[in-house]
């Protein structure tokens, strides 16, 4: 629409161009000429004496004629109408000249002379003369050519009346179009979509007749071997019936199993029972009350002020046997007697050499009892820094080749325990520490045992000796993590204080026990237990310890029950007990160790009542 718009402008355009050239002629547009009319005032020209020379005065006159008009002068011009819109249009066309119109005058003609002013003057106007016939034609020629452009005015409201009409349809067919293009190129989208389709089904058709030829040739090749499997079945039905009478012979026959099974069982239960009996009786073969003697081995500091243990011999022939030998000399100091020797025995001497392990492999079995009902005590009695603490609890920075006999202990008693479930049997524990500190109780598991009030022991009823704390705390446990966990919790608030004769000195005796709950769901059995783990305080010599102040009190407290310990072994008639006595090696502790051995040997040679166990 806009081509044929500009089609039609440049058709109306182009003629009022060429019209307007042709009127322009394509010459320049005039300039006003300076008149060379006599002007008033002048003086009159001289008589020449030549004819054909002007005079000077007259050629000076002419000068100044020809020279530029005066401000005021008269000038001729022609004045020119004013063009209409449209005839601006026409401007630069040619407009050819009238036929019969003569050239203008004065081309070609011979040039005037200077002087020759009034043939200057006709020509002049002679020119205007011409002028006025070419204004007057051009004048004529513009009113027709007025006309014209208003007839081409009118011409061209009309074409751009159905131009805009024409550019409405325009943009409705471009709209249209717009909408049709995009239809298009749906329709060629779902054509390729369809046309990919088709091909991948094609495709597929070709995989699934290609599948179908397998499948038939796979269901002929089943046919085949289900006639094969028809002909097995029929073996197998066959088989089956003679299998079904099989099963009903094997099922009297697993009834028969069961019987025998439970039997087993019950022949199992009791061969249990009379391993703990048995078990029972090694123990009471081996002493209702056991002693173990144990001699720490020298520290490296020791080493450099004693070389050797010279005053102490084990026999390599007896590993329960300990003999302590001393020098003695003179009263005039002249001659040297024969060394004087005590010998010992025991139920096990463990040397300097022996590791916890080797300690805790004779201990095994007594521990053992403490899961099948019996109450065990185990407790280590000696001078201070004879190693009781290292063999009960073991060392600061606890490792598995150091742990001492309580972690060891602990964790056979819960080994045994999953064992013994396999047999039908389940267990509880329950595990409680305290100390006692200058005869009074302290509950080692709580924050401050200093303040945790005052704890005494009470039997649990008139009719039993059995004997309990109350408030103290009672911790249950399910694995011997939680246990180590409890015991080192105890090591950090036990009292403990350096002495001339220790570093670190243990100031009160600390009681670990276990208390285990055991049943047999099945057969309807109950056992109750403690394992009792003692770490006795060390005994002194107030002329060797030096104490003063609190820790004189505490040495006095320590050695004033440890001497009513042999009241409290008594009082244990109805437990298997086991009894450390460790020595020290130091040649310094001799007359110390020698009071140790004696009185571990009168515990030795003590006879009490055998250990019973505690069913419900």
Known sequence: MEGSMFSVNDAIQRPLTEQKANVDGGQQPLLKAASRLPVPGLRPKRPTTNENEPPLENWKRARNLLAPPRRGAMSLAVSQPKEAP????????????????APAPGVGDKKRAPWDLKGQVGDLRAKVATFKEKVQGLEGENRALEQQVAGLEQELQRLVARNGELGSQASSLASE???????????????????????????LVGSQKQRIGELEGATAEMEEANRGLAAQLKATEVQLRLAEGDLAQRGQENEALRSQLAAQEKRLHESEIERR???????????????????RPLLPCERQAQKGMGHLRFP?????????????ESHVGRERKDDITYEFNFDRVFPPSSTQEDVFEEIALLVQSALDGYHVCIFAYGQTGSGKTYT????EDLAPSTAGMIPRAVQQIFRAARQMEAKGWKYQFTANFLEIYKESLRDLLVLRPERSGELEIKRVNQSTEELHVPNLSYVPVASEGEVL???QTAKANRSVAKTILNERSSRSHSLFQLHIEGWHASRDGRTSSVLSL??????????????????????????????????????LSNKARLMFVNISPLEE??????????????????VIGTAQTHRK
């Open 392 to 395: 009960m609890e073991g060392p």
């Open 86 to 101: 449209v005839a601006s249009a026409l401007r630069g066309r040619r407009v050819p000249a009238p036929p019969g119109s």
């Open 485 to 487: 966990k409890l015991l």
């Open 316 to 328: 390599p022939e007896d590993n329960r046997a300990l003999v302590l030998s001393k020098a003695e």
């Open 534 to 571: 003692v770490d006795l305080a060390g005994s002194e010599r107030l002329d060797k310890s030096l104490s003063k102040g609190e820790r004189l009190k505490e040495t006095q407290a320590i050695n004033s029950s440890l001497s009513n310990l042999g009241l409290v072994i008594m009082a």
């Open 177 to 203: 179009v717009q909408v049709w293009q995009a239809q298009a190129k749906e329709s060629l989208r779902k054509v390729a979509d369809l046309s990919a389709r088709e091909q991948q089904l094609e495709e």
């Open 589 to 606: 502790n001799f007359a110390e160790s020698l009071n140790s051995l004696r009185f571990a040997r009168k515990v030795n040679e003590c």
């Open 277 to 295: 009996c048995l078990h029972n009786t090694v123990q009471e073969l081996k002493g209702n009350i056991r002693v173990f003697c144990r001699v």
